[in-house]
């Protein structure tokens, strides 16, 4: 099946428009996710350093944590943070309201490493105490360089997904809409740019037919407009060739029509006994014999022109008396 050149080119047109849509509109989204998780982890890390310090004097005098968790539990029960505060061995001391059953529990020993180190750690992913997956915020409480105990903040992702779902909501949208608004454009576009060389085709068929005034608007001054101007100095060389190939059919049909005449004319009255005597004959036949040869010579030249035309022309050489020449001209001047 035969694809026109406008179909191609809106073709084309689309597939990079989605292509490129759906390209840049998945990084975006992949650097929105990572900005918003990034965000969450480094809040949770301010978070937890700031109640590291407030719990740090409570874990020193041996108070009770709940009412400070339980209250920065219901001021942060937007983002659905939990809070634990472990003490030196990794012993949940206390523990936020939807967790009070995990108090007593005991920390895994590679996480309590890295906060007796003290170090402040943030990490994403499956925790034992979680089923879904969570970004967790931990900062050791240290005394005169001991480790005393730590706060650690749990988040669930689900939020940042959320989040995430509603923007790739927004960009699918978005997609849609560019990829109709792109196919209305790009209708719009490979016409415009189809349109000249439909033109073209119809100007072509036209000459074709022996039309060769025909020609095409040229509206740019693109590639297009220049094979436009091209088109029409092929139609001008066209409608010249025709002129001269009809005038030399005119002239050769003259030139071939006077020895026609003259040698049927003689023919005519020696087959009708038109002859006076034999010396009236003898001169009508040197008359059809020299017009014989003429015709010859016209249809010699004519092979000569088509041999021109196909390139294939073949020049004999002959020697040449170039002294004869020589003495010719000088003997002219002498005189």
Not at 13 to 30: C, F, K
Not at 222 to 239: I, K, Q, V, W, Y
Not at 310 to 324: E, L, Y
């Amino acid at each position: 099946m035969r694809v026109n050149i406008f179909t191609k080119i809106l073709s084309t047109y689309i597939i990079i428009i989605v292509l490129s849509m759906t390209a840049v509109s998945g990084l975006q989204l992949y650097m929105i996710r990572n900005s918003l998780i990034a965000n969450k982890e480094r809040e949770m890390l301010v978070r937890s350093q700031d109640l590291a310090d407030v719990i740090k004097p409570l874990l020193i005098s041996g108070q009770d944590l709940h009412p400070v968790i339980t209250y920065f539990n219901r001021a942060d029960r937007i983002l659905g943070t939990e809070v634990w505060v472990i003490d030196k061995k990794g012993k949940v001391l206390a523990a936020s309201a939807n967790h009070y059953h995990c108090e007593g529990n005991t920390l895994e020993a590679t996480e309590l490493q890295q906060l007796v180190a003290g170090r402040v750690s943030v990490r994403r992913g499956q925790s034992q105490f979680f089923a879904k997956p969570v970004i967790r915020a931990a900062t050791p409480v240290i005394h005169y360089g001991n480790f005393i105990g730590a706060v650690i903040l749990y988040s669930s992702v689900e939020g940042v997904y959320e989040s995430y779902a509603k923007m790739r909501e927004i960009h699918l949208v978005s997609i849609v809409g560019g990829i109709i608004f792109s196919v209305i454009l790009g209708l719009f576009l490979s016409r415009y740019i189809t349109r000249p060389l439909l033109e073209m085709s119809g100007a072509a068929e036209r000459i074709a037919e022996g039309n060769f005034s025909e020609r095409v608007r040229v509206t740019s001054g693109d590639e297009l407009g220049r094979l436009g101007d091209t088109f029409n100095h092929m139609a001008r060389s066209l409608g010249e060739y025709e002129k001269m190939r009809r005038d030399f059919v005119a002239n050769v049909s003259h030139e071939l029509r006077s020895p026609l005449t003259s040698i049927r004319g003689f023919v005519d009255a020696l087959s009708e006994g038109k002859c006076k005597d034999r010396e009236e004959e003898a001169r009508y036949l040197a008359i059809i014999k020299k017009e014989t040869y003429r015709l010859g010579k016209l249809v010699n030249d004519l092979l000569e022109i088509s041999r021109f035309d196909a390139q294939v022309i073949t020049f004999q050489m002959d020697s040449f008396p170039v002294i004869m020449v020589i003495n010719r001209a000088v003997a002219s001047l002498k005189t």
